[in-house]
């Protein structure tokens, strides 16, 4: 269960407090990044984001993960590269270039969190998703953020609209549960053997991973009536 008392929530804290560059969040995300992101606090970890804006969320991440942490942020504009400091890399590139992504991952990949707060556009998302999907560690997670893009026709959004990051993320509903196809054309793939879970918030998808194996059922106890 999320906790949603931003009093309380570290990251929060800082943001109220925000001693450093400018950071532009949702309130509502604060709790769900804690929720899903707390457990790599301390961690040597790698977090990428894609979007740096001012830099002010790179320097939030950092002191939220600590110091065994590294921090990559991912932008178009080629003045987020003075944003760089300890611990914390920019790299400049369209996240919509598939070439540039494989750079990315195999630079500083693989990664425990990826977050996507970056252009918003559909082709940006599921590109990016596709990409560095695979490069999450096995236990790791995915977050694509501001997913109301989908539903703003500036974005290339609306509602029920083909080619939607939102549409797209409902086939990942349907890859999830492929294990329980009758049908010959729908197969378990890698994204089902990874993915623990689908997330679904207001404007946002977490997919945490985990590997799997095909589940299975069992019963104990003892018959009410014959069966």
Not at 10 to 33: A, C, E, Q, T
Not at 173 to 199: K, P, Y
Request: charged share 25%; with cysteine.
């Amino acid at each position: 269960m999320l906790d949603h008392d931003l009093d309380t929530n570290p990251l929060y804290r800082y943001f109220s407090d925000n001693p450093g560059r400018l950071i532009h969040k949702w309130m509502h995300y604060f709790p769900v990044y804690h929720h899903h992101f707390q457990r790599f606090r301390g961690s040597a970890m790698r977090f990428l984001e894609f979007g740096v804006y001012h830099g002010g969320s790179l320097q939030m991440w950092k002191h939220y993960f600590g110091d065994r942490a590294t921090i990559i942020g991912v932008d178009i504009d080629p003045r987020c590269q003075t944003l760089e400091e300890d611990r914390v890399h920019v790299r400049i590139g369209d996240q919509a270039d598939r070439a540039f992504l494989r750079e990315l991952v195999g630079e500083f990949g693989p990664f425990d969190v990826v977050l996507d707060d970056g252009g918003h556009q559909m082709h940006q998302q599921i590109a990016t998703f596709e990409e560095l999907y695979p490069a999450v560690s096995p236990t790791g997670v995915f977050v694509v953020e501001d997913l109301l893009t989908s539903y703003r026709p500036s974005y290339q959004g609306g509602c029920g609209r083909p080619g939607t990051f939102i549409e797209y993320s409902k086939t990942l509903i349907d890859r999830l549960h492929a294990w329980h196809s009758q049908e010959d054309n729908f197969v378990v793939d890698d994204f089902t053997r990874s993915a623990h879970g689908l997330h679904y918030y207001d404007s946002m998808l977490v997919v945490e991973k985990r590997p799997r194996e095909k589940p299975r059922s069992l019963k104990q106890g003892t018959p009410s009536f014959p069966l």
